[in-house]
């Protein structure tokens, strides 16, 4: 099985604060991983790292196979990354927005892929009008759209239905499954939407306070808590554990 | 890679983008983008008018005073006289006086604007890290704006140019020398220098301090002290500035008595002047007054020659551009996200 991410020991420190604490972790391709943890738990800083974004205090990771630190323009290549509460330029229309991201990453053909990826999205109709217009659903699913362009094979997301409606989730939910089945696109999301999580996620990671307290795939986690009926209450069992054994 | 194609275009292909493509790439944004800034629109504006305005009457001045030379002329040959005098030096670009002084203050603003919102603006958005997150090094992306920028505001200078040359020609009646001509466009070149300069300072407090107020704060502070207080200390510490009509003047002293007064006081013009020069603004003015015939001691030299005498201006000028860019690159290079 092919690993989309591995890491080994990878540590981030901000002077003497440990945001990400020797974290070991591999997500075979094709998986959709779902990174929980309570806020500063880590889960943005090991995005950051793994999108090249943030440089390792030490520690390995490799995307495909690609280090993160000696072959970082490689790692981008195959990168989709969408932060949270994306928005993108606001005085430029979504094409132009697009147009400008898929011209930094190398994409040919770039005005038909742009036509492709919003009709893959269902709204080609967005085309022309401008990002400052568009309702923050509307933009999070403009945010994917960039990060798809360029054919990645792992999308990174941070948080990609945070302040959205019900609706909003649901889209962006449904958006990323098809997406994982019609194209084997790995996915690599940090959320705190625990119900989303169990309806998408093959897989998930727990971090506290900087550490990853358990990985393993979804199945696997509610095995091993028989007596807890949904991943909320394993979560919190989990949280609470970490607190008694700190 | 078992991943199925996530497109059917054929021709569609994702390669590694040159050097040159992401500059281009990163620079046409920055010009859209400063196009779709509603302040920057506004300042451009404000600046376009005030110039419009000035060239327009230091056009129809020279246009007057043409018109005056002829009716003379007219008066004269009417008389019977065959030695008709010339026409007294007349020196067409000297309109661009008000220029200059407009773009010291607006056009250093509009620079400002950019210089400010090109960083953040971006971080404000969240778009530094998707650009940074694709295969863009981050020098690059800092080369990119200054590129785009820098384009932005040569585009303005000479259009700027442009449009005094045919003000000229149109409205003043008179075609300029190709000495009066290459003037103007170097006045144009140090005009572009100087915007440079602040779109610079803006751009580098930007990246240096994260909150966006703080970062204008600073800019408009170093802004006010090199192109105001520095300058106005200089004139204030200025002997000659102390009594109405000059002091050397009150005393009769003619220049080479003047140059003599103030041998004695040396060190106070050498701190005077070097308080002065402090100041982009006033290389600018100096050179550009210099290039415009503005200052009479320069009005016969020929643009090699005020080039040589202003030397000193023109490396003024430059000095805060290179330090500016140099510390651009040393901040963002060292930075994360």
């Known amino acids: ?165 019900p609706e909003g989730t649901r889209a962006i939910s449904d958006l990323i499954v098809w997406l994982n089945e019609e194209f084997g696109i790995t996915v690599f999301m940090n959320t705190h939407q625990l119900a989303e999580v169990t309806k998408l996620c093959t897989s998930i990671g727990i971090m506290n306070h900087g550490r990853l307290v358990m990985a393993d795939t979804l199945k696997n986690v509610l095995a091993r808590f028989p007596d807890h009926h949904s991943l909320e209450e394993i979560y919190l069992e989990v949280e609470r554990q970490e607190r008694s054994r700190a | 890679m078992t991943t199925a194609e996530l497109s059917t275009i054929p021709q569609l292909t994702v390669q590694k983008p040159g050097w040159g493509h992401i500059l281009s790439v990163i620079a046409r944004k920055e010009m859209t983008d400063a196009f779709r800034n509603r302040l920057f629109v506004v300042a451009l504006m404000m600046l376009v008018g005030l110039t419009l305005i000035a060239i327009s009457l230091g056009a129809v001045t020279v246009h007057q005073r043409v018109a005056e030379y002829q009716q003379s002329v007219q008066v004269l040959q009417n008389l019977g006289r065959t030695n008709i005098p010339p026409m007294p030096p007349l020196n067409p670009i000297a309109v661009s006086k008000n220029f200059i002084n407009y773009l010291a203050m607006v056009g250093a603003l509009l620079a400002m604007i950019l210089g400010f919102t090109s960083i953040n603006k971006e971080r404000q958005a969240g778009t530094l890290n998707l650009i940074l997150s694709r295969p863009v090094y981050r020098d690059q992306l800092l080369s990119g704006k200054m590129l785009g920028n820098a384009v932005l505001l040569a585009l303005l200078m000479g259009a700027v140019g442009l449009v005094t040359w045919l003000a000229l020609i149109v409205i003043g009646g008179v075609s300029l020398t190709s000495d009066q001509l290459i003037k103007l466009a170097l006045t144009m070149g140090m005009s572009w220098l100087y915007l440079l300069t602040f779109f610079l300072l803006a751009m580098f407090f930007s990246l240096l301090v994260r909150q966006g107020n703080q970062a204008l704060l600073l800019t408009v502070i170093v802004w006010l002290v090199f192109a105001f207080i520095f300058p106005q200390i200089g004139d204030t510490m200025d002997l000659d500035n102390q009594i109405p009509g000059g002091f050397f003047a009150s005393l009769g002293l003619d220049r080479a008595g003047e140059q003599a007064a103030l041998a004695k006081f040396k060190w106070y013009e050498t701190v005077r002047d070097g308080v002065e020069e402090l100041s982009p603004t006033k290389h600018y003015e100096r050179i550009s007054f210099a290039l415009l015939g503005i200052k009479k001691e320069f009005a016969d030299n020929t643009w090699q020659e005020v080039l040589n005498l202003k030397t000193v201006n023109l490396v003024g000028l430059l000095v805060p551009i290179v330090l500016l860019t140099s510390a651009s690159y040393a901040v963002f290079l060292r930075q994360e996200s």
């Open chain 1, 1 to 165: 099985m092919r690993m989309a991410i591995e890491t080994f020991n990878l540590t981030r420190r901000y002077e003497d604060n440990v945001a990400v604490d020797n974290l070991t972790l591999r997500v075979p391709q094709g998986e959709i991983f779902g990174f929980l943890g309570h806020n500063g738990a880590g889960k943005t800083t090991t995005i950051s790292m793994l999108t090249t974004l943030l440089l390792p205090t030490s520690g390995t990771a490799a995307i495909f196979g690609h280090d993160i630190r000696q072959e970082n323009l490689q790692v981008r290549q195959h990168i989709g990354y969408v932060p949270e509460n994306v928005r993108l330029y606001n005085d430029l229309t979504v094409a132009e927005n697009l147009q400008f991201f898929a011209a930094l990453s190398g994409v040919s053909a770039a005005p038909q892929r742009i036509i492709e990826v919003l009709e893959l999205l269902g709204h080609p109709e967005w085309r022309g009008l401008r990002v400052g217009e568009l309702s923050k659903g509307m933009r999070q699913r403009i945010g994917l759209a960039q990060a798809l362009l360029h054919r990645p094979s792992i999308l990174f997301l941070d948080e990609p239905a945070s302040g959205l409606d």
